[in-house]
T-cell receptor, first 114, second 112 residues
Framework: EAQVTQNPRYLITVTGKKLTVTCSQNMNHEYMSWYRQDPGLGLRQIYYSMNVEVTDKGDVPEGYKVSRKEKRNFPLILESPSPNQTSLYFC?????????????FGPGTRLLVL | QKEVEQDPGPLSVPEGAIVSLNCTYSNSAFQYFMWYRQYSRKGPELLMYTYSSGNKEDGRFTAQVDKSSKYISLFIRDSQPSDSATYLCAMSGAGGSYIPTFGRGTSLIVHP
């Protein structure tokens, strides 16, 4: 089954404690991205990756890092989380990142930073 | 003013009704227009995609883009309770960028 998986699904942490949210896809997609979803603000792209070792900033990259060492994985790293990073995070992938392509979204990771 | 405006609702309609969901935007350079559906506790899924102005139909769903008015719509005919979800509009293509700008979503409730 084609899918994007994220772990963990729920996470409570404290300010400053580094964390990583993993994302993996099994569709051999070139393009992967991370979004955050906040009430009243909608979905906003954090980072995206066009291929292995190729990453670029989205609209709200501050406070986040990513890496793409393998095609299937695209982890999101919060080196020093702050309460304003409390949000619902989605990983997504598509074949080449073109607008007309279906983006497959993961189930989401709900993060609370105290 | 946000680049993409979308009324959050909720919009409550009886089963069988025609639903109209809308977004307005301010950046006239957008070229690609999408509608996503998001069920509770799930990730969004692409519903419709339109390039530039015009209409596109897929089953009970019709997407319309009016670039002169900077206005896009999604119509759902014969709405079903299974259509109850949040509908997100998104657009991209300004300045050659494919990074989508999303509206905040409209919550739709179709009651039997």
């Amino acid at each position: 089954e084609a899918q994007v998986t994220q772990n963990p699904r729920y996470l409570i942490t404290v300010t400053g404690k580094k964390l990583t949210v993993t994302c993996s896809q099994n569709m051999n997609h070139e393009y992967m991205s991370w979004y955050r979803q906040d009430p009243g603000l909608g979905l906003r792209q954090i980072y995206y990756s066009m291929n292995v070792e190729v990453t670029d900033k989205g609209d709200v990259p501050e406070g986040y890092k990513v890496s793409r060492k393998e095609k299937r994985n695209f982890p999101l790293i919060l080196e020093s989380p702050s309460p304003n990073q409390t949000s619902l995070y989605f990983c997504a992938s598509s074949s080449e990142g073109l607008p007309e392509e279906t983006q497959y979204f993961g189930p989401g990771t709900r993060l609370l930073v105290l | 003013q946000k680049e993409v405006e979308q009324d959050p609702g909720p919009l409550s309609v009886p089963e069988g009704a025609i639903v109209s969901l809308n977004c307005t935007y301010s950046n006239s350079a957008f070229q690609y227009f999408m509608w996503y559906r998001q069920y509770s506790r799930k990730g969004p899924e692409l519903l419709m995609y339109t390039y530039s102005s015009g209409n596109k139909e897929d089953g009970r769903f019709t997407a319309q883009v009016d670039k002169s008015s900077k206005y896009i719509s999604l119509f759902i005919r014969d709405s079903q309770p299974s259509d109850s979800a949040t509908y997100l509009c998104a657009m991209s293509g300004a300045g050659g960028s494919y990074i989508p700008t999303f509206g905040r979503g409209t919550s739709l409730i179709v009651h039997p």
